[in-house]
């Protein structure tokens, strides 16, 4: 069976490493990887009747954009080297919503960066990559 | 920026006066009442047409019977949906049915969350004391009858709301009774489709009215008086600068809904929750320590509900009171709160039906409730001196908690804030509805709609709360009478949902999320 790596890209260099990383997983292992970039989103906030009115497009949006600016950049790098990618954006809870996605996408490895989460709330909350750890349910390479 | 300052000098240049506020200062606000009290007084005296009640000397306004009514038959007609459905309901707002695929859509949670801004504030805060100041203890338990029965109503307003929602063509989601009076009544029939047509027009009118009235001279009239009281009563430098309270208060609106800063909308609707949850927990503060007085609290609240001397019509009379009260302070059946629902994300109606039933309950059970045993147990209803509304309430609050008045005061401009931008969101979507989509229309709205504030400020409690109640009440005329029509559609949508409820095979997320 081949791997299947699901990379959780947060747009910082250090997930740039995380890629790299992968990449050169899916080379050495002959396998496929599976690019996500997850948006921060609780169903529990709070706001006003404008903002949800407009929700619905407002989340088209920040998908479409997250797919043309981050992860279709992404996905061509690996398609250039003959590696087969499959991309993902998706709302929630970034450690959460991963561990979903690994389960959807019957991945192997989970793989993100160490750093991405800005240095004062993953002192306080943990940061994604820390819960990460915690949480799922495949190994996770987390990358520094 | 320059919107904001084109309208300040706007509203400057509006009120005569402002420019030599010096030596007029004191006049203002008694010229502002003189010129408005005429139509506000009007406007009262049909909309809230007293009805005389067979067999009693009590009177009941129409409006108030009508709305009592509706609840009463749909609570029947949906076999009390208003109980059976809270733990389906509670489990949808906890977001066990929440599909992972559609996050980042507007959850149950958030619907029910923003609707309740526009609900909670000084209808509970204010309006329980307005109730005890003049129908007694007993007003509260009618409040709370009426609150349960007005969650049926809610229920299907909101189910209609999110049925017959309809999406722009600038991918925005548009609900509420104007969509479900023209489109819903549209479907049964030419001779309904202008009945719905009719209803729709008239509604939007009325919204726009109620957004002026309830949803914004009471709010600034009721945030002047704590802060007045806060600041030293009739002693304070504010007492008589009422229209300077209202340009402040006006001004932050603007900053909002004209100059386009929505981040300060987004900062508001992060803390008005807060602040429910600061003054839910001082009550219960309250309440806990005198947990002694709390039976006969109720043995209180319950003896003169059925009548007591000083209120004319004995028990009907209070009923009276306290229905009214219940209907503004819940809006169940006035249709504002459709408006705000029907952004959920879901393809099942019912669902944020029973999800609205929620609204009234918090708002108007709970929340009102709370007020009310704090009031009683305080005693100051008795000898407050005439004090009434919000003022009430604080004094209530002060002889617990020496210093609550303050964070009241903090509290209750910041409701009064939250609501009025809720509501100047649902007057504007009526107003575009009759007006069209264009920006003179919005700016001549928005305008309005600002004026207002400054009046509700300058102008006193008897004059504004008539007419508040008046143009927020008598949205219920066309919004029921639609819904009527409608009542077949929701049950059938009901009966539907309800089987596949009891069948087990609605897809809940949360558990296959933990396999």
Known sequence: MSEKYLVGLDGSECGERAVAAALHQAQVSQGSVVLSYVIPWSPFTFSTAEENALRHKRREEELARAAELLLIPEQQRFEAVGISCEIVARHGHPAKTLVQLAREYEVSMIVVGVIGDTPLKSRFLGGTASTLIQIATCPVLVVP | MSTIRTLASLITASLPAAASAEQTAVGLDERIETLLAPLTGWVERII?????????????????????????????????????????????????????????????????????SGTVGLGNIAGVAIAVSVGGPGAVVWMMLAGFLGMSSKFVECTLGVKYRSINPDGSVSGGPMWYLSRGLAERGPALATLGKVCAVVFAIFCVGGSFGGANMFQSNQSFQQIVGVTGGSESWFADKGWLFGLIMAFFVALVIIGGIRSIARVTSKIVPLMGAIYITAGLVIIGVHIDQVPAAF??????????????????????????????????GIGSAAIAHSAVQTNEPVSEGVVALYEPFVDTIIVCTITALVIIISGVYIDGGGMSGVELTSEAFESAISWFPYVLAVAVILFAYSTMLAWSYYGLKSWTY????????????KTLFLLFVVAGASMQLGAVIGFSDAMILAMAFPNLLGIYFLLPTVRRELDRYWAKVQAGTLQTWRENMRR
């Open chain 2, 299 to 332: 043995a209180l609240m319950f003896s003169s509900a059925f009548g007591v001397s000083s209120v004319a019509g004995g028990m009907l009379g209070v009923l009276a009171i306290g229905f009214q009260r219940a209907a503004f302070s819940s809006e169940a």
């Open chain 2, 434 to 445: 009759l007006f069209g989509e264009t920006r003179g229309a919005e700016y001549t709205y």
């Open chain 2, 48 to 116: 809230l047409f007293p009805t005389p009640i067979p067999g009693s000397d009590a009177q009941m306004a129409f409006v108030v019977l009508w709305l009592i009514i509706a609840a009463f038959v749909f609570t029947f007609y949906f076999r009390f949906i208003n109980l059976r459905g809270l733990a389906h309901g509670f489990r949808l707002i906890r977001g066990d049915y929440n599909d992972p695929r559609a996050a980042g859509e507007v959850t149950h949670f958030q619907a029910l969350a923003t609707a309740l």
